[in-house]
């Protein structure tokens, strides 16, 4: 499991006051390119090996609203992988009373920029499935 | 069930070459904002009163990818409305080909701007239960 | 000049109640697209060709604000068009009053994606040339 | 003047490869907000007492482009200050190696949440004031 930093960004809010929904699947993406970063794997590298990885499933449930200037923490969490896929789960907390803002699941699968689905190398997979509990 | 007609925007793509996943979700939301203007609930009305929306669970399953340029037909349906709470289901589809490209799930509470939670006054309650198959 | 009519999105907004500012920069790059389309020249057929468009100077006013839910009118102009770059003036109006929210300015230039400039290919200039007062 | 440093988010890039020219604007803005705290001026007080700060003016010239993952530093520099207006400049350095990626001019404006220019009370200009060279 590793977490992120950050601050809430004003952009990132709405008219409502309060961090737009969608946001906070943008950090949980964040992340999990830290996620992956961690283990050795650099988007970039794969990217590069013409390797994407579309999100294939989203949830997320929401528990409290980040604001504006909040700081806080975006946890994610490897718990299922294989060859053809990668699930993570994720949570948000606001840091300074550490209260559970969101909490999600992601399904990544891998693929060829032209969408034609691959087994993910070795090289890649063994980082994963080693990182994964 | 109402429909909305976009062009995928520029901006709504990303370095894989196709659009971002969460822009899946804003579509989303346009198409519940729609469903509720044609049913006679607009946004700002519901403001002015001090009642607010917040998302309080999504799911969102991609089926094929939404590329700059294409068309897209967003859908909204209401599947359950209550005093307290209303769930849409959303289906994005490619025009040119109709190909499903995702179908989500939302649920929405009614709190004021300070995230109290309140009943949905009998005016709007009646519009959405009647409009609810 | 060409116009392209939208409609203010939620996820535009911010804290403030208003559209963010830097939306207005986006709703700019629409009206250039659909310009660009309007003379015969595709985005995905430039990219296929390797030729990118990369802004290299923007400037917007703003006189007033976009809400949400407003129709606008988003105007772009081709002002001055060479084989290195084209400039665009834009202008947004809110649609009910005719109110004019924003006027800009843009410069793109034309480079492959890895940045090295290029003159553009005849078959595009001259449709844009053609198109410039 | 002050620094922010922030790491390139997937979710910035486009179909181009590189980041989208608005975010650079979001950018600015966001080292503008830390600017302020730093001199001792919270947004969320400003808006506290139904003050806030419209963007009435914004340029930026594009050097070279950032790309995902790149660190990025952004300087925000109070170079104008009156009791109707601040305007700021800004640079984007990419952080390996120093490249300048932009720069850019802000001007905003301080109007209550209708819209009502105001003149902005003394305890918050003091302080805009003195840090302003």
Chains 1, 2, 3, 4 share one sequence.
């Not at 977490?3 to 950090?27: A, I, P, Q």
Request: aromatic share 12%.
């Amino acid at each position: 499991m590793i977490s992120v930093r950050e601050k809430v960004r004003f952009v990132e809010t709405d008219l409502m006051g309060v961090v737009h929904h969608t946001n906070y699947l943008r950090w949980f993406e964040m992340a999990r390119i830290e996620y992956l970063r961690q283990v050795g794997i650099l988007l970039n590298d794969l990217m590069a090996e013409d390797i994407v990885l579309p999100v294939t499933d989203v949830e997320c449930k929401y528990r409290a609203s980040a604001k504006f200037d909040d700081y806080i923490l975006i946890e994610a969490e490897l718990v299922e992988v294989s060859k053809v896929k990668m699930v993570f789960t994720h949570q948000v907390f606001r840091e300074y009373d550490e209260a559970l803002l969101a909490t999600g699941r992601t399904q990544n699968a891998f693929t060829t920029r032209q969408g034609k689905i691959i087994r993910l190398p070795d090289k890649y997979f063994e980082k994963l499935y080693k990182s994964c509990r």
